[in-house]
């Protein structure tokens, strides 16, 4: 997805938040339908991560190919079976495992980056500023999914190539947000304290101005790992990044889709997986951008 | 407006000049693979380095590029290795396949997100404000596979309405205009919740506006506050927007037209990416960042035209 930067809640950033209150916002989070399912679904999916060797009955590459007569859901295949006989209840619990690996390191990697550029570009401003967001404008000009394709197809399919592409892509879009919160809090008192106590230009910028610029980046880190759970599946159901044994959602869509006439299960339950997966991480910013509004 | 608009051009010329040479740099720093590409896997070591000496690959990349770019400039966009020919033959008409989803697509997500998004912004919080949000999200969370496959299912397999693939060949007896319709509601069903938000913002933002509460306690009636007064105010930032989602509807399709097998300028991309095939790809690139930058472009400019409050440098 290569539309901008989600909306920030009003006066959400600057408020330093003391532990008990941290407390207050999951309370007030849970106690919102929208925050409570989206939470509900994401939690769901991580314990099916976590237990993926538990939850699966079988190996997710082994293929029963007595199932391949009837490939529809079984008392041995709760889920049925795809279109080489793989038992897709282990097909999905380890592609869980695939994408909520994946996409937490790739928005963390373009945090990484993209906060060291918001920072720089916000708070040195200048010639610093002019040169970061030049920068961001030509990577985030050039249209995000033939970017993957091309860099993708050349590097070949590896998970450390999705995350840096996925990365290097991402991070334009967050350097924007936290300069534009970077260049609020620079303003406050107690930046001006920290500056007049003599403290050095990275620990203002680390230690005074990002922790207090949370508020709105765990909101779009939650809606950006919607957007990267999407760009993981498409990469997959491309047959682009990901190698082809790892089981996720994606690449079974990919493998089964052409079926969808005979046996549509086989790319419904992966569709109905992603979808539910990226619905929870949506519901859960926006859960959190209501409770950020309330305060 | 001259100063700016010449900067922006600068920019636009720049930017391609950027990317198309990394493209370059990056597809044929290693000249033995594309000929090893075209072969397949059991050409023999002497017809790859005939083939490579023929195509004029064992050149150095900067000869390379400025004879690419000397033919850009000609007219002459090369030869595509993976079609077995010329550029400008297929190019075109798979760009007016795509064009032909993205103004249907386009027609209708500027009506219905401006609908649905002033009717959601214009009371915040109230019932029919929460039902518009909480659809939008819902459906951005919806991958265009897993649309597609929802759509499909339901409209070709289940009910038998429509056509499962879109090949724009009259087979089956679909016509062609049936072809149309799944593939354009899932790029219409995946970009409009994000258009609506937009909107709806927007139009919040506005109705919070001192200018409203005089409006409404003088006792004007609610359509004339919504349409005289608020709704001007609350569609130029959205315009830009609005304009921004061209890019994605004729760049950004590749997955609607892999589902349906349609034969656009994405699965044209996709096809030349995996085959490296350098002249198709460069030209595609152009063309993508040529429509991306100019529609930020007319975005900047449309913006600076509906409010006078802004200066542009």
């Known amino acids: 997805m290569s539309t901008g930067s989600p909306i920030l809640p009003p006066g959400a950033a600057g408020e330093p938040l003391p532990r008990t209150a941290e407390l207050a916002t999951l309370w007030r989070l849970l106690r919102s339908p929208v925050g409570a399912l989206g939470l509900a679904l994401v939690a769901f999916w991580v314990a099916v991560a976590l237990f993926a060797p538990l939850i699966a009955p079988f190996e997710p590459n082994a293929n029963d190919y007595l199932a391949l007569a009837d490939p529809t859901p079984s008392g041995v295949h709760w889920l049925g079976t795809d279109n080489l006989g793989r038992d897709i209840v282990s097909r999905l619990a380890w592609g869980a495992r695939t994408v909520l690996v994946i996409v937490p390191i790739a928005v963390a990697a373009a945090y990484a980056i993209g906060c060291l550029m918001g920072l720089l570009a916000g708070y040195i401003g200048g010639w610093a500023d002019t040169l970061l967001m030049r920068l961001s404008d030509v990577i985030l000009s050039f249209p995000v999914i033939i970017l993957y394709m091309i860099v993708l197809a050349h590097f070949g399919p590896s998970a450390i190539n999705v995350i840096l592409a996925v990365a290097f892509t991402a991070a334009p879009s967050v350097a924007r947000i936290v300069r534009g919160l970077t260049l609020d809090l620079s303003n406050r008192p107690y930046v001006a304290a920290a500056r007049l106590r003599g403290e050095s230009p990275w620990y203002v910028m680390f230690v005074e101005i990002l922790p207090n610029a949370r508020g709105p980046l765990i909101v779009d880190g939650c809606l950006r790992m919607g957007y990267t759970t999407i760009a993981i599946g498409v990469l997959g159901f491309l047959g682009l990044g990901l190698p082809p044994d790892d089981p996720n959602w994606g690449g079974m869509v990919k493998d089964t889709y052409a079926l969808m006439s005979v046996y549509p299960h086989m790319s419904l339950i992966p569709c109905g997986a992603i979808t539910s997966l990226v619905i929870g991480f949506n519901l859960l910013a926006d859960g959190l951008r209501e409770v950020a509004g309330d305060e | ?313």
């Open chain 2, 1 to 313: 407006m001259f100063v700016f608009l010449s900067r922006r051009l600068l920019f636009l010329v720049a930017t391609l000049l950027v990317v198309s040479f990394l493209v370059y740099l990056l597809n044929e720093a290693a000249p033995g693979d594309v000929a090893r590409k075209i072969l397949g896997p059991y050409a023999t070591l002497e017809q790859i380095a005939l083939l490579t000496e023929e195509l004029g690959l064992n050149r150095s990349v900067f000869i390379r590029y400025g004879e690419w770019l000397g033919g850009l400039f000609t007219g002459d966009l090369g030869y595509s290795t993976l079609f077995k020919a010329p550029v400008g033959e297929i190019i075109w008409d798979r760009l007016a396949n795509t064009a032909l989803l993205a103004v249907i697509a386009f027609a209708l997500i500027v009506p219905l997100s401006i609908v649905l998004g002033v009717a959601a912004g214009m009371r915040e919080s109230a019932a029919l404000d929460r039902s518009i949000s909480l659809a939008s999200i819902i459906t951005t969370s919806i991958p265009e596979f897993a649309s597609g496959v929802f759509l499909a299912s339901i409209f070709a397999i289940w009910l038998g309405w429509l056509p499962g693939t879109s090949t724009l060949v009259r087979d089956g007896g679909w016509s062609i205009t049936s072809q149309l319709v799944l593939p354009v509601a899932v790029m219409v069903l995946y970009d409009l919740g994000y258009v609506v938000r937009m909107v709806r913002a927007s139009m919040a933002d506005v109705m919070r506006e001192p200018y409203i509460r005089t409006a409404v306690l003088k006792g004007l009636s609610w359509p004339e506050v919504v349409f005289r007064h608020a709704l001007r105010n609350a569609l130029i930032a959205p315009f830009t927007v609005i304009l921004l989602q061209i890019n994605y509807l004729v760049t950004g399709v590749v997955v609607v037209e892999m589902i349906f097998a349609y034969p656009g300028f994405g699965r044209m991309m996709l096809e030349a990416a995996l085959a490296q095939d350098i002249a198709l790809i460069e030209a595609g690139v152009v063309v993508a960042v040529f429509i991306a930058v100019s529609t930020q472009i007319l975005g900047d400019l449309a913006y600076m035209i509906l409010n006078p409050r802004v200066r542009l440098r």
